[in-house]
């Protein structure tokens, strides 16, 4: 295992845009290591799990295709991989955590809280995926092999499998990457042994199968200038051998699976990112980066005879059988400049300029039916960012960008269960969008170990377009005029505090985030409406690590977080936000240990909190039981190549996920949480 130590005062955050210190970053930031990612992937290769048992301000990981409700900091956080967006906020699929498997990354930089500089969608933070790449001269290799199986009962619906390869290495100017995975899962079950639900609608990571292909290319033009390409080729697709049996709430009865196949094609994610990136680290005395990128995204969701679907002009109401897919295409650039050595190297200046196309569409693939219309988003956004560091102990950080933005949507007639009598016409129309967004921050370092932080930034984000359009039932409607489709706009207040006086780190901060005219996620009889409403989320974040030696690692993270929203349009916020938007308090906690040489163990748990929602006069209040997750690894080194030994769900919990409490309310997503697992795994570096 290698050595748990981070320094983590020189550690640089590429996704600033600027490459600032960690140490001199206004805001929270957390950075997930390699040595963490591949400690997580014994345990479970889900990416929203790896996230939400390393960030407590994180939802609990539903252990689904779909990530609805799960938020970051009560928002919506944009999934970068090398800076290029994965989000798709017009027709939000939910599913942003599924796009490259994390073998392909090195490490993942996660920035707390709203922030434009990436621009689009980042209203609760950016999740920033870094891939691999060589790291010296020399040729490296990697592989490994697990496999999963309940500890209740084995069998070969129940077995999952995983193995990956990849190389990094460089010759003459040339570097390059590859990766390879590929992933099986089985079946779920639950503490008692019962196939867990799978959802046939919205997808399913159990009962899948996902493959990816990573690949990077640079060259060295001279000592100063780089050319780099790069591809991921990522696919999940359902088994679509396992049936959904509903269960009963009133009884407090799980959903389950019986075998069996339905019509239509299985849930499935299929993405391909491709970019090209130049990189001069001394044009005219700057740092220039140009970046291109362009991702292609299809998911495909599965069917059945649902309300929204019927039409009686083409079945008889009841009857109709169909399937939604969305798809969308993102083409974009990214130009930036940064300065470091103005005014006797105490000013860095960064500026830019972020291009985005974004084309999104859902039909009806089974009849051919257009859900939500070919709808277009052009942005452009100049930004300028300046940190000022006048003295050792007194950093500064401000930045300006302006947002333009333009929605184009043709004119569209609404599916028939819109308004049950046939849909409505809506004019098509071109709003656009102008907004300068401001941020600012300091940090104040009395001593070397101690620092304060304070920060103010602003973020920029759409509200589910597609979900919007898709919706209109009233006519007379038209897409210029529609305040639903108004942009989001984050305003988010931090002040916190950092000691690193080893063998102790800590951090804490308060946090609020407020939308005038935010976007919350109401669900009605399964079917989720858009609600703008005036929206206001406060929290608090800490963290705490000790070593107690070079081989013992101890760390402690909690968040308590609570939302409010305004529910009768009189500019107050009255009533909780729900599970759907705002996650639990939750404590978690981890010890890395190594015993010799060759002997290393890892334990970490995490405690949901339980927690009552307010609702409104009429409706009940909505409880959730909280739970305790503990997972446990061993790892052993062998001449060649290490074998790892992981307990997920170590002591077998029988919970309901926080999803199935507090946002859904149909018995057939009555989801038990998944039971105890064994992994055995055998990794080898070459």
């Given at each position: 295992m290698a050595d748990p130590v981070v320094e983590l005062d020189e550690m640089v955050i590429t996704s600033t845009r600027s490459d600032t210190k960690l140490k001199d970053s206004p805001q929270v930031v957390t950075v997930i290591n390699r040595e963490q990612i591949e400690q997580q992937l014994k345990i479970s290769p889900d990416a929203s799990q790896v996230l939400s048992s390393l960030l407590p301000s994180f939802t609990p990981a539903r252990q689904k295709l779909s990530s609805a409700g799960e938020t970051f900091r009560g928002r919506a956080p944009l999934f970068l991989i090398d800076g290029v967006p994965q989000s798709n906020p017009l027709r939000d699929s939910q599913r942003d955590g599924h796009t490259i498997d994390l073998s392909m990354v090195e490490r993942i930089e996660?920035?707390?809280?709203?922030?434009?500089?990436?621009?689009?969608?980042?209203?609760?933070?950016?999740?920033?995926?870094?891939?691999r790449r060589p790291t010296s001269n020399k040729f490296d290799q990697n592989m490994n092999v697990q496999v999963t199986m309940p500890t209740s009962e084995v069998g070969d619906d129940t077995l999952g499998y995983r193995t990956s390869y990849g190389l990094r290495g460089s010759q003459n100017n040339f570097e390059y990457s590859l990766g390879l995975s590929y992933e099986k899962q089985g079946m779920f079950l639950d503490a008692d042994g019962r196939e867990i639900a799978v959802d046939n609608t919205q997808g399913d990571i159990m009962a899948s199968r996902s493959y990816d292909l990573f690949g990077k290319l640079g060259y060295w033009?001279?000592?100063?200038?780089?050319?780099?390409?790069?591809?991921?080729?990522?696919?999940?697709?359902?088994?679509?051998?396992?049936?959904?049996?509903?269960?009963?709430?009133?009884?407090?009865?799980?959903?389950?699976?019986?075998?069996?196949?339905?019509?239509?094609?299985?849930?499935?994610?299929?993405?391909?990112?491709?970019?090209?990136?130049?990189?001069?680290?001394?044009?005219?005395?700057?740092?220039?980066?140009?970046?291109?990128?362009?991702?292609?995204?299809?998911?495909?969701?599965?069917?059945?005879?649902?309300?929204?679907?019927?039409?009686?002009?083409?079945?008889?109401?009841?009857?109709?059988?169909?399937?939604?897919?969305t798809r969308s295409i993102k083409k974009g650039a990214k130009f930036t400049f940064s300065k470091d050595d103005l005014l006797d190297d105490k000013l860095t200046l960064t500026a830019g300029m972020d291009i985005l196309h974004d084309m999104t569409e859902q039909e009806l693939a089974v009849t051919n039916r257009s859900w939500v219309p070919e709808t277009t988003f052009k942005n452009y956004a100049p930004f300028l960012q300046a940190q000022f560091k006048p003295v050792e102990m007194l950093v500064l950080n401000a930045g300006v960008r302006h947002e333009k933005a333009k929605l184009d949507t043709d004119s569209f007639h609404t599916i028939w269960s819109t308004n049950k009598a046939g849909g409505v016409d809506v004019e098509g129309g071109s709003p656009d969008?102008?907004?300068?967004?401001?941020?600012?921050?300091?940090?104040?370092?009395?001593?070397?170990?101690?620092?304060?932080?304070?920060?103010?930034?602003?973020?920029?984000?759409?509200?589910?377009?597609?979900?919007?359009?898709?919706?209109?039932?009233?006519?007379?409607?038209?897409?210029?005029?529609?305040?639903?489709?108004?942009?989001?706009?984050?305003?988010?207040?931090?002040?916190?505090i950092r000691i690193n006086w080893q063998p102790?780190?800590?951090?804490?901060?308060?946090?609020?985030?407020?939308?005038?005219?935010?976007?919350?996620?109401?669900?009605?009889?399964?079917?989720?409406?858009?609600?703008?409403?005036?929206?206001?989320?406060?929290?608090?974040?800490?963290?705490?690590?000790?070593?107690?030696?070079?081989?013992?690692?101890?760390?402690?993270?909690?968040?308590?977080?609570?939302?409010?929203?305004?529910?009768?349009?009189?500019?107050?916020?009255?009533?909780?936000?729900?599970?759907?938007?705002?996650?639990?308090?939750?404590?978690?906690?981890?010890?890395?240990?190594?015993?010799?040489?060759?002997l290393s163990s890892f334990i970490q748990a995490s405690y949901n909190f339980d927690r009552n929602f307010d609702e409104?006069?009429?409706?009940?209040?909505?409880?959730?039981?909280?739970?305790?997750?503990?997972?446990?690894?061993?790892?052993?080194?062998?001449?060649?190549?290490?074998?790892?030994?992981?307990?997920?769900?170590?002591?077998?919990?029988?919970?309901?996920?926080?999803?199935?409490?507090?946002t859904n309310t149909l018995d057939e997503r009555y989801f038990k949480g998944r039971g105890r697992t064994v992994t055995l795994g055998y990794s080898l570096d070459f």
């Open positions: 996660v920035i707390h809280g709203a922030s434009a500089i990436h621009g689009l969608g980042a209203t609760g933070g950016i999740i920033n995926f870094i891939t033009l001279d000592d100063n200038q780089n050319v780099q390409v790069q591809v991921n080729r990522y696919q999940l697709d359902g088994d679509n051998d396992w049936i959904n049996i509903p269960g009963d709430r009133s009884m407090k009865t799980p959903a389950t699976s019986t075998p069996g196949h339905l019509p239509g094609d299985a849930p499935r994610n299929r993405v391909l990112t491709t970019s090209a990136k130049y990189e001069n680290y001394d044009l005219l005395g700057t740092h220039f980066t140009a970046h291109a990128y362009r991702q292609k995204f299809e998911a495909m969701f599965g069917g059945g005879t649902f309300a929204s679907f019927q039409d009686p002009s083409i079945a008889p109401e009841g009857t109709l059988f169909d399937q939604s897919q969008f102008s907004e300068t967004l401001y941020n600012a921050g300091v940090v104040v370092s009395p001593l070397s170990w101690f620092s304060v932080f304070a920060n103010y930034s602003e973020g920029f984000g759409m509200p589910d377009v597609g979900r919007v359009l898709r919706g209109i039932g009233t006519p007379g409607q038209d897409v210029d005029n529609f305040l639903d489709l108004q942009p989001i706009l984050t305003d988010n207040r931090e002040v916190g102790v780190d800590f951090e804490i901060s308060y946090y609020e985030s407020d939308s005038d005219l935010g976007s919350r996620l109401e669900n009605i009889g399964g079917t989720y409406f858009v609600r703008r409403e005036k929206t206001e989320i406060s929290g608090v974040e800490t963290t705490f690590g000790l070593q107690a030696n070079d081989d013992h690692r101890v760390e402690l993270s909690y968040s308590y977080i609570r939302g409010r929203y305004d529910s009768d349009d009189d500019s107050k916020t009255d009533t909780d936000l729900d599970g759907n938007n705002i996650p639990p308090n939750r404590l978690l906690a981890n010890w890395n240990a190594r015993w010799t040489p060759k409104p006069e009429g409706k009940n209040e909505v409880n959730f039981d909280g739970y305790t997750l503990v997972d446990a690894s061993l790892a052993y080194q062998l001449p060649k190549g290490t074998v790892n030994l992981a307990f997920a769900n170590l002591l077998n919990e029988d919970y309901f996920d926080y999803y199935s409490q507090t």
